[in-house]
């Protein structure tokens, strides 16, 4: 079945520092990638997506790019902010079932000033 | 556009009895789905209804069970809560009309369910 493994966390990094979570995943065919953020008390909100190989989702400096040699998904950010302390979600769906999001564990980052 | 909204926000039962969760998605989404948020298990599908049928489903028991109404707007309900069944319940809609494509979820901010 499919599979999403995130690195642990928490990550604590202060401000204006680089930002890697890592993410990979299993899965048959070609899915589709998605890294999704959850703040306290919020449910979760789309942050960015990739649906081929080599394609690269951004959003709010935020990028992934989606290699499937090495089956990852990994979430960058050049310099972070106080407000981007939340829960990242790696997730992926499969080409025939789109609402059916296999997520990985969640990665909680923290950054302070 | 309103967003997708869930009621109650939070809920607290107890052991045996049934609990009824609702969801209203984004005007015009006819896709609904529910997930279950747990410290321990993460975020688990639980099932997936489009035209007032359900479409996929997630390994839950069947005490767990959903449907939805002609508007699109989605109910789940467990029955015999157990006390393992206290998580945030998250409900989401999509614009997708068939069961391939991309289209993002957009989440609510879910009902924490409390079973004592």
């Known amino acids: 079945g499919n599979s999403v493994t995130q690195m642990e966390g928490p990550v604590t990094l202060s401000e204006e520092a680089f930002l890697t979570i890592n993410c990979t995943y299993t899965a048959t065919g070609y899915p589709s990638l998605f890294w999704y953020v959850q703040y306290p008390g919020e449910g979760l909100q789309l942050l960015l997506k990739a649906t081929k190989a080599d394609d690269k989702g951004s959003n709010k400096g935020f990028e992934a790019t989606y290699r499937k040699e090495t089956t990852s998904f990994h979430l960058e950010k050049g310099s972070v902010q106080v407000s981007d302390s939340a829960v990242y979600f790696c997730a992926l769906s499969d080409r025939g079932t789109a609402s059916k999001l296999t997520f990985g564990t969640g990665t909680r980052l923290q950054v302070t000033l | ?116």
């Not at chain 2, 609702?22 to 896709?31: A, F, Y």
């Open chain 2, 1 to 116: 556009k309103a967003g997708v909204t869930q009621t109650p926000r939070y809920l607290i039962k107890t052991r045996g009895q049934q609990v009824t969760l609702s969801c209203s998605p984004i005007s015009g989404h006819r896709s609904v789905s529910w997930y279950q948020q747990t410290p321990g298990q993460g975020l688990q599908f639980l099932f997936e209804y489009f035209s007032e049928t359900q479409r996929n489903k997630g390994n839950f028991p069947g005490r767990f069970s959903g449907r939805q109404f002609s508007n699109s707007r989605s109910e789940m309900n467990v029955s015999t809560l157990e006390l393992g069944d206290s998580a945030l319940y998250l409900c989401a809609s999509s614009p997708q009309t068939g069961s391939l494509g991309n289209s993002p979820l957009h989440f609510g901010n879910g009902t924490r369910l409390t079973v004592t």
